[in-house]
C-alpha cells in the first residue's frame, strides 16, 4: 500500500508542462469517453501560420506519459514540417491509446471525431500510424474538420503514396550532395519498417535499380514484400553496423540515438519516419561530425500533408506532385546552408521554418 501511495505522489509531481517535448504548446486536450473507451490526446503545438492540421496515430503506448511524450513531438513536427513546406497551417497531431487492430471500431471514431469538432477547426486531423482512410471517413460523419477521406467523397484519398514519392525526392538530393550524383541506381539502401509508406519507397527505388534490404517486426510482410521487389531481408534490430550507403527509418522515431549512432555506416540518413533523432542537438551534431548526410524528416517526409492540404485549398494532382517534387530543391538548400553556416542539417531546416512562423507572427502582431 505505501508503495502505491509513492508512485501516485510521484505521478502527480511529474508536471505536464514539464514534459521534457513540451515546447511551449498551445493546447493539450485529453479524451475520454467511458462508453466507447476511447482514451485520446490531441496536441496543438502552433496556429501562428494556420489551423493546425496532422494525423491521428493509433497505437498500444506502455504509458499514458509515453502517449502525451509522442503527441508533443510529433505535434511539434507538424509546425516546422509545414512551415518549411511553405503551407499555411499550423502543427497538430492525435494520439488515441489503444491496438487499432483489436480496438478499433466506428463508434470510437465517431466519438473521436466528435472530440475535433469540439476544437472548431483549431485542429484538423488525417490518417496515420494505424489509421486508414476509412476512418477518416467515419469520423468525417460527424466533422468537417478532418482530410485525407475517400476521393469517392471529395477528398484526397490515402496520403502514403504522396509521402513516400517526398522521401525520394528528399533522398536522391541526400544522394547528389553526398555521391555527387543523384541517381540511385548500385546504391545499398536499408528500408527500416515497410508499412504503406516504405513499401511505396522501396519500389520507387527498386525500379531506379537501387539494392533494397528491409527490415520490419512483421515477418510475413518481409517475406511478401522480398518475392515482389526482389529485396534483402534482415531480421531483427541488429541493423544499424550494416555495410550500406543510404538508411531510411521508415517506421517509428528516435531511431539515431546513444546506442546505434556510432553503429551506423551509412553515408546518407533519408526516411518517412517522425523525430528519427532522439535528441535534436545531440544526435545531429554527431552526424555532422561523422560526415553522415542527414535530410531532415520533417522536410522530406512531408508530402502527406501537402496531399491532405489539396482538401483545404483545392488544388489538383499536378499541383500536389510539382509541390511534393519540389522537396528536392529545398532539401538540397538545407544541405548547401548546413555546410555554409556550419550547423546541423536539422537547425538548418529549423531555422527557416522558425524564421516563416516568426515573420508572420509579427505581421498579425503590427
Known amino acids: 500500500m505505501t508503495s502505491q501511495i509513492i508512485d501516485a505522489a510521484a505521478i502527480k509531481n511529474d508536471p505536464v508542462f514539464g514534459q521534457l517535448s513540451f515546447d511551449g504548446h498551445e493546447q493539450i486536450v485529453f479524451c475520454n469517453d467511458e462508453d466507447t473507451g476511447l482514451k485520446a490526446i490531441i496536441g496543438i503545438h502552433n496556429t501562428v501560420l494556420g489551423p493546425a492540421l496532422g494525423g ?24 516546422y514540417k509545414s512551415a518549411i513546406t511553405g503551407l499555411n497551417l499550423g502543427g497538430g497531431k492525435a494520439v488515441i491509446i489503444g491496438d487499432a487492430k483489436t480496438q478499433k471500431n466506428d463508434d470510437l471514431m465517431r466519438r473521436f471525431g466528435e472530440f475535433v469538432h469540439s476544437l472548431s477547426g483549431k485542429y484538423i486531423t488525417a490518417e496515420d500510424v494505424g489509421m486508414e482512410t476509412r476512418d477518416m471517413d467515419v469520423i468525417r460523419e460527424v466533422t468537417p474538420h478532418v482530410t485525407g477521406i475517400s476521393e469517392s467523397i471529395g477528398g484526397s484519398g490515402n496520403p502514403s503514396p504522396v509521402t513516400a514519392y517526398g522521401v525520394y525526392m528528399g533522398m536522391k538530393a541526400a544522394a547528389q550532395y553526398k555521391f555527387g550524383t543523384d541517381k540511385l541506381e548500385g546504391k545499398k539502401v536499408l528500408v527500416q519498417g515497410v508499412g504503406h509508406v516504405g513499401e511505396t519507397l522501396v519500389k520507387h527505388i527498386t525500379d531506379e535499380g537501387a539494392q533494397v534490404i528491409i527490415n520490419d517486426i512483421n515477418e510475413v510482410r518481409l517475406e511478401e514484400l522480398s518475392k515482389k521487389y526482389n529485396a534483402n531481408v534482415v531480421l531483427g534490430n541488429d541493423i544499424y553496423g550494416l555495410d550500406i550507403d543510404i538508411y531510411a527509418p521508415c517506421a517509428l522515431g528516435a531511431t539515431i540515438n546513444d546506442h546505434t549512432i556510432n553503429q551506423l555506416n551509412a553515408k546518407v540518413i533519408a526516411g518517412a519516419a517522425n523525430n528519427q533523432l532522439a535528441n535534436e542537438v545531440k544526435h545531429g551534431k554527431l552526424l555532422q561530425e561523422r560526415g553522415i548526410a542527414y535530410a531532415p524528416d520533417f522536410l522530406i517526409n512531408a508530402g502527406g500533408i501537402i496531399n491532405v492540404y489539396a482538401e483545404l485549398e483545392g488544388y489538383g494532382k499536378d499541383e500536389i506532385k510539382k509541390k511534393t517534387e519540389n522537396i528536392y530543391n529545398t532539401t538540397l538548400e538545407i544541405f548547401n546552408l548546413s555546410e555554409q553556416e556550419n550547423i546541423t542539417t536539422h537547425r538548418a531546416a529549423f531555422n527557416i521554418a522558425q524564421n516563416r512562423i516568426d515573420t508572420r507572427k509579427k505581421e498579425k502582431n503590427s
Not at 509515453?66 to 513536427?77: C, I, P, Q, T, W
Open 56 to 79: 491521428t496515430r493509433m497505437w498500444s503506448y506502455k504509458t499514458e506519459w509515453d502517449a502525451l511524450n509522442d503527441v508533443l513531438r510529433l505535434s511539434r513536427g507538424m509546425t
